[in-house]
Nanobody
């Protein structure tokens, strides 16, 4: 499974962006998908994840109420709607995948063997 993240860019604080993660290759593979981010000089951190069915979602505390993850399995695409962006959201965002139909989600990167190339989000204050 190959993952391609897109939608990053430069936005002012308080603005919005929508990231997309498109899957290719074995698109019939049923996967949970997540987003991680890495800011300059910081470790990679979990942002959000969604189960294959879309019924389960998980967010890190700092983005709750501002970010929304969703998916369209017919298009093999997962979205991350980011609203009310803050300067501390500036990072490279990576979409990640895990072959699983379970509703349980994980915030640890070790559970996601498939990683996309990343898309840069820059929030100016």
């Amino acid at each position: 499974v190959q993952l391609q993240a897109s939608g990053g860019g430069l936005v002012q604080a308080g603005g919005s962006l929508r990231l997309s993660c498109a899957a290719s290759g074995r698109t019939d593979s049923r996967s949970a998908v997540g987003w991680f981010r890495q800011a300059p000089g910081k470790e990679c951190e979990f942002v959000s994840a969604i189960s294959w069915t879309g019924r389960s979602t998980q967010y890190t505390d700092s983005v709750k109420g501002r970010f929304t993850i969703s998916r369209d399995n017919a298009k093999s695409t997962v979205y991350l709607q980011m609203d009310n962006l803050k300067s501390e959201d500036t990072a490279i965002y990576y979409c990640v995948g895990r072959l699983s139909t379970a509703e349980r989600l994980y915030a640890d990167s070790k559970y996601y063997p498939y990683w996309g190339q990343g898309t840069l989000v820059t929030v100016s204050s």
